[in-house]
């Protein structure tokens, strides 16, 4: 299948420097791509700290079962993420496959198998073979810095239909200290579980213990992987993974204990912003992209329910078809508030496309005009926003339009 | 916008004949089609009793706020329904519009103004003026035997992108007394609000009071109208009404004012299978379809929970473009069971695809056969069944594909 690169595809990616704890490598195993590296192994110092974020859904594939599960013991050395296949929906063989990579792993890194954290991306239902892994993973253990590469090159081994790389980078500071995030993300719709899932990975020098990152992560996914949408399906294998070796401690920084520390202030804002960038990246590369739409919504009865309204607006074919043919089409929004069972009040409804309100109090606005609205349809980035005149509460969601492309993505092939 | 007609258009239509109390006409009105009867009225004779059912939006249109307030006295004597504009957001103008119509046919009928019901479908959030409707609807009431129309052409007047009539009818036996119900309906898509709401109107000659067949309606609307999708948004006007004008009375047939009344139990089985009749011809002309699709879940926890893991399946674009694609995709069935939000248990979950079992506990079914699998989803109507193994509830939902031709529908052109 012919994959057109997404038209908001980045002209050039933010440098990123090695950074201390974290050693990537990655390789070509031919698990299913062949003519490019298909395996990320990320051995990472004694100390480092994990946090993670996992796919709700009740079919959750081998490789999440297994972080759940190992996670709440807060230590990691090494992330192991292949592309190809999933191990999702493969039994008890698929648990099987994820334990002899753990092992195999662990012993290479002389650490405890539950310290190594893995994610797969790929067909579903397939059984995966380990050793393609085991035996790659070896021999760029055994390469030393012969088999180390860069930021942007452990990304790429991650990424299946995504049609360009999504990294991001962010700085903070801690007792005057400069710490790097590194952000690294792969996902082109939402997911395509067979093909598409979400995955991302955050790593940072920062000296954090795992239950202070785990409620930085949890808190911030909120208003970013949680806040995207492509086509509203949830992979089996969704997986956001933060680490931290707290390797700037070398450098004078002292390890944060507490979430209500100050010096957290900068990480956690940095944190929240590079999230935000990689989530947007994944919209921007959602399976037949046109356009970019960022829908908000106010005046709700609370946060939690603004932001399920704005994800109705967002998941409703209707309304990403027609940002799709650039018709601003406001009835549409109308309905995806009215369906979306939150306390709405049609007669206090307002509604804006970019810097114009095309519907108020229940009814179109007085000054409407047909020729200005479908003007502004035509930006590749479009701001929607409603309120419902009932509340205080808000929230932003982002998302793509439902284009020809998504169609023949998802249909017109035999995968 | 040029609509083909769906490949599940039926090649002939039933007969209908002329229902005793019921005198359906219809008129050209010109208010946005031209060349087309546009314009539905149904004068019923006294002792009419009706029931009605309505969209769950928070934002209805005029004409539902209006049949939700009046239906509770029970009685009808006429219907209006008009194709082109849907009175929709049109704020207190929009009430007025509907109420000067009811109170124009209640002069032309002589009957209280709160035994006029209406529908209106067509383009969201346009002013709709009430005097097209009413210049027209005193012709037709004028017109005496003159204005009647058979219920095809009936049917034919509340079109909007529909592209082939849907017409039922079905036949019970009360007090030894044959009775007939005749069922019309329109909708092209579960809605796209600005042309395609749901309307659907039985008429019966069976003596029956309105709380009984209100009950009736209420309870059969779950497995015909309520148990189908296309494209999972909701309209701001969606309607089912029935009306029962008794006539069967003066053949013989008693009055019937109780629920638990055994003389209904062929009424309410011929109610229930013709609404399943015109809710499925309804999802057989979903916008762009090409396949038809049973979507049947079983050993869930509750009926209720069935329903809605069924629903998720049916509304995964990720399930409806692989069917679109004829790719016999079951790694996204399980996806959708996944993120439907009931209990399931992965490694107790089975599905089948038509006869063929495709996966099984788990994982891939050890009989699995790619070939098989892929020839069945050549045939127009695929059953997918799914046992999720946690209980005895069960329910079946049907939905078309998504397909290029929905994005073409309600992307590809300026409203």
Redesign the interface.
Known sequence: MDLHPSPFAPEDFPQMDALDGFRPMSAAMGMKYQGRDDLLVVAMDEGTSVAGVY??????SAPVDWCKAHQEQGAARMLVVNAGNAN????S??ASSVKAVADAAAKLADCSPFEVFMASTG?????MDPDFITMHMARLMEGGAGSLVDWHKAAAATMTTDTFLKVATASADIDGVGVTLHGIAKGSGM????MATMLSFVFTDAPIDAPVLQALLSRHVETSFNAITV??????SDTLMAFASGAAKARGCAQISELDDGRLETFSEALSALLKDLAKLVVKDGEGVSKFLSITVEGAQSDEAAKRVALSIA????VK???????A????V??????????????K?SIWFGPMRL?H????DPDYSEAAA?EYMKNAEIDIRTDLGVGDGSATVWTC????G???I??????
Not at 55 to 60: D, G, L, Q, V
Not at 315 to 318: A, D, E
Not at 321 to 326: H, M, N, Y
Not at 401 to 404: I, V
């Open positions: 796919t709700k859904s009740k079919c959750c999702a929906f493969t039994g063989y698929g067909v579903i239902g397939e059984p997911i395509a579980p067979d086509d509203s399906d949830t992979s089996t998941n409703s074919p209707l078809t027609a940002a799709a043919g650039e018709d089409n406001w009835g549409r109308v309905m995806a508030v009215g369906k979306a069972g939150e306390m709405a009040d049609r007669d409804l519907a109090e229940g009814q179109r479908s339009d439902l284009t020809h998504y169609i023949t998802n249909g017109d092939y035999r995968s």
